[in-house]
């Protein structure tokens, strides 16, 4: 089947953030960041832990904003990237002074992995399946 898109250009130009004031919490992310990464610079993140962490303060996409941007200028914070399962890949953040993150990374992949594989997010589904059979009486 092929679906044309084109139909879809002009919805994401309105959405295009241009001409948007810059939302001022991802300042505020970037200062807790800032913090968070020299407190914690022996420690290897993935990018949605960072995010899962501070959820409580900001939204996840404002976190994800600021770790963005703070990569991108390159002077606190440093990611790799690292193969999960097939084209997936697990995006690694880490303070830049941290040298030896090597083999914290691949443990930390492993974990990731161990979660990912097909057993265990088809075993949480129907266990999820389950519990609402028995609450809703299908």
Same mark, same amino acid.
């Given at each position: 089947?092929?679906?044309?898109?084109?139909?879809?250009?002009?919805?994401?130009?309105?959405?295009?953030?241009?001409?948007?004031?810059?939302? =001022? #919490?991802?300042?505020?992310?970037?200062? $807790?960041? *800032?913090?968070?990464?020299?407190?914690?610079? %022996?420690?290897? &993140?993935?990018?949605?832990?960072?995010?899962?962490?501070?959820?409580?303060?900001?939204?996840?996409?404002?976190?994800?904003?600021?770790?963005?941007?703070? =990569? #991108?200028?390159?002077?606190?914070?440093? $990611?790799? *990237?690292?193969?999960?399962?097939?084209?997936? %890949?697990?995006? &690694?953040?880490?303070?830049?002074?941290?040298?030896?993150?090597?083999?914290?990374?691949?443990?930390?992949?492993?974990?990731?992995?161990?979660?990912?594989?097909?057993?265990?997010?088809?075993?949480?589904?129907?266990q999820a399946e389950i519990m609402f059979e028995k609450c809703f009486g299908w």
């Amino acid at each position: 089947m092929n679906y044309d898109y084109d139909i879809f250009e002009d919805l994401y130009e309105e959405e295009s953030p241009e001409g948007r004031p810059r939302d =001022v #919490k991802i300042d505020e992310a970037r200062a $807790s960041l *800032e913090k968070f990464f020299n407190q914690q610079d %022996r420690e290897v &993140f993935h990018g949605k832990q960072v995010e899962v962490l501070f959820e409580k303060t900001f939204f996840h996409w404002i976190t994800s904003k600021a770790l963005d941007e703070m =990569v #991108k200028e390159g002077k606190i914070i440093g $990611s790799e *990237e690292m193969p999960l399962l097939g084209k997936t %890949r697990v995006k &690694f953040v880490f303070n830049k002074k941290y040298r030896d993150r090597k083999l914290e990374m691949r443990d930390h992949l492993r974990v990731v992995r161990g979660y990912s594989t097909p057993p265990l997010p088809g075993d949480c589904g129907r266990q999820a399946e389950i519990m609402f059979e028995k609450c809703f009486g299908w």
